[in-house]
């Protein structure tokens, strides 16, 4: 079982950043690949950025690309995601999820845990 937490969301204006980050309760957090996931009310999930087991691949869903950078820390169960240039369209709760795989999955049903979701909100 693997528990995770999301922290960091909060209100920042168009234009600005913010850092989000997930923690892992488990010990074999580098087993995982995680993606983190927005979703709007009444919208389906969407993915917004993963990353592999080892850190040394990522990806990214077009709309954020250069301005969105996940990252992970194995050692410290974390993975964070740096989020520059902010638009209002980028507010939304995001998720973070694990999946036990070697690759990056993009699909939802792909993940196997996933934490609560911190609620990111962007003024214009």
């Known amino acids: 079982q693997v528990q995770l937490v999301e922290s960091g969301g909060g209100l920042v204006q168009a234009g600005g950043s913010l850092r989000i980050s997930c923690a892992a309760s488990t010990g074999t957090f580098s087993n995982y690949a995680i993606g983190w996931f927005r979703q709007a009310p009444g919208k389906e999930r969407e993915f917004v950025a993963g990353?592999?087991?080892?850190?040394?691949?990522?990806v990214y869903t077009d709309s954020v690309k250069g301005r969105f950078t996940i990252s992970r820390d194995n050692a410290k169960n974390t993975v964070d995601l740096q989020m520059n240039s902010l638009k209002p369209e980028d507010a939304d709760v995001y998720y973070c999820a694990a999946a036990y795989q070697w690759g990056i999955p993009g699909a939802e049903n792909e993940y196997d845990y996933w934490g609560q979701g911190t609620q990111v909100t962007v003024s214009s």
């Open positions: 990353i592999m087991r080892t850190g040394s691949f990522t």
